[in-house]
């Protein structure tokens, strides 16, 4: 098995549209890439042959698009053994999947579909985590994603599912600031408070991208359009709490010309390391109170 490589900085997500471009760069700053490993397990051809050049020059990290841990169904057997020696081939230090469901009774519906916040939807997902830590062997962080409806009465806020979530399963977490910002604007809450809730012990890797603002003023996260000055900011207020957690910019549709992506790159990694040398600093400060 290869060696696992240290992850850290801004990464990219490695998309088809721009596997050339990405593959062909000399761009200090993108440091990882993030695949979705379904483009991989089990497939040969060119998708084989763009992972092996992408693994020769990055370290890789993983993000599901199958096995949301509200789905009711265990994932079957017949993914997840091809799934956890794809994984193991590749040293990937951890696997995330979306805290959502995707699909019933055997059929995909291709969304990310938000779960009822109540006790029982917790006790689903701390199963549906655990089992995957378990078979796959490999520590499992979960991503807090965007919804636009409540999926049923709530017996509680969305931070405090997702806390629930988070201690009783003891798991990690890739928390997603756009949809933190998104859910915030749609659904009325202070996303900074929000922020200030987060267990920074858990948060293993960070997710932006941009969105688009409807004529109505509902925000859609999309990943197809520049990233918003807010989310800029509500990035850099979380990276001073959390410290140097490596944050992927996520772009899957409307790509643009190869060296505005490269902009938001380079914008990211200031924002990175001006906020991670703040917390340090403060951490130092505080130590030194002590």
């Known amino acids: 098995m290869a060696e696992t490589r240290k992850v850290d900085g801004i990464g990219i997500g490695l998309r088809y549209a721009m596997a050339e471009r990405t593959l062909a760069s000399d761009v200090p700053e993108i440091r990882w890439l993030e695949i979705h490993p379904e483009n991989y397990v089990q497939r040969g051809g060119r998708f084989r042959h763009v992972l092996e050049r992408a693994r020769e020059r990055f370290p890789l990290v993983t993000h599901g698009l199958t096995m949301g841990f509200g789905a009711v169904d265990r994932p079957e057997d017949s993914y997840v053994k091809p799934l ?49 830590r378990d078979r796959l062997e490999l520590p499992i962080a979960l991503e807090n994603i965007s919804y636009y409806a409540d999926a049923g009465p709530a017996e509680m806020p969305e931070i405090d599912f997702l806390l629930e979530v988070l201690e009783q399963a003891d798991c990690k977490l890739l928390l997603d600031v756009n949809n933190v910002f998104v859910n915030s604007q749609n659904h009325g809450f202070d996303p900074r408070a929000y922020m200030d809730r987060i267990p920074v012990e858990r948060v293993v890797q960070i997710h ?33 709490r ?12 409307n790509f643009p010309p190869f060296e505005e992506l490269v902009a938001e790159v380079k914008r990211l990694d200031r924002i990175y390391r001006e906020a991670t040398a703040a917390a340090g600093a403060e951490g130092d400060g505080a130590r030194g109170a002590a």
């Open 242 to 253: 959390t410290g140097p957690v490596p944050v992927l910019l996520e772009r899957d549709q």
């Open 208 to 240: 932006v991208a941009g969105h688009q603002v409807r004529d109505d003023s509902l925000i859609i996260d999309t990943h197809g359009e520049p990233m918003r000055d807010e989310v800029y900011e509500l990035l850099d207020f979380t990276l001073r």
């Open 84 to 132: 956890r020696d794809f994984l193991h081939e590749n040293a990937i230090p951890w696997h995330s999947e979306h805290l959502c469901f995707s699909g019933d009774g055997g059929v995909m519906l291709h969304d990310l579909l938000p779960v009822p916040f109540t006790r029982e939807s917790v006790g689903v997902a701390v199963a549906r985590i655990r089992e995957a």
